[in-house]
């Protein structure tokens, strides 16, 4: 192989969508935290928070983070510094099942209600663990429709948004009658 000339290269990411930016800034409009936790690679799941308004486009490092940070060693570090570290992150990279699980626990101890949302086998114990397990129905696998609480009919994030304000509605209406 001689004479070869490199005439470009090719790279694709699936496109994030349709609404689904527009309802991260509705949930953070509702004083609703919304955090991404992925097994993709750090640098992949960044450009992804931040096509979908997660993470704001000056933002680096600081809000986001490659989950062997909590775990160095093949440890997981001490509850109060993990708390530290999920208060402040909103992108976690190249996740494994346990660590979505330390990071639903950790959102706990906060006394925060955390709602979880995946489709697959790997997600099934955080889904479970959740205050709110939310799978897809319809990409999503039996044992995470099994493991959660709620089933999203169409497999759009969107759907959660408008369901929580819904609810609101619904709720204040409860209080006001």
């Known amino acids: 192989k001689q004479d070869l000339q490199l005439l470009g290269l090719v790279a694709s990411i699936d496109p994030e969508r349709h609404g689904v930016k527009d309802s991260v800034l509705q949930a953070k409009g509702a004083s609703i935290r919304v955090v991404m936790i992925t097994g993709d690679y750090l640098k992949t799941a960044v450009a992804i928070a931040k096509n979908i308004a997660i ?4 933002e680096g490092e600081e809000a986001a983070c490659d989950c062997a940070k909590l775990r160095p060693g093949g440890e997981y570090i001490k509850e109060d510094e993990m708390d530290a570290l ?7 990279a190249r996740a494994k099942p346990e660590d979505k699980m330390e990071i ?5 101890r906060q006394g925060l209600v955390c709602a979880m ?8 114990p955080a889904l479970h663990a959740a205050d709110i397990g939310v799978a ?3 990409q999503g696998t039996e044992v995470a429709k ?16 408008l369901a929580v304000k819904n609810g609101r509605v ?3 209406g409860i209080q006001k009658f």
């Open 136 to 138: 897809m129905g319809i």
């Open 117 to 124: 949302t995946g489709d697959g086998v790997n997600d099934a």
């Open 146 to 161: 099994g493991a959660s609480k709620m089933v999203l009919t169409d497999d759009n994030f969107c759907s959660i948004v």
């Open 86 to 92: 999920t208060a402040r992150t909103r992108c976690f």
């Open 104 to 108: 639903v626990h950790s959102f706990q």
């Open 170 to 172: 619904i709720y204040a």
């Open 55 to 58: 993470l704001q486009p000056d």
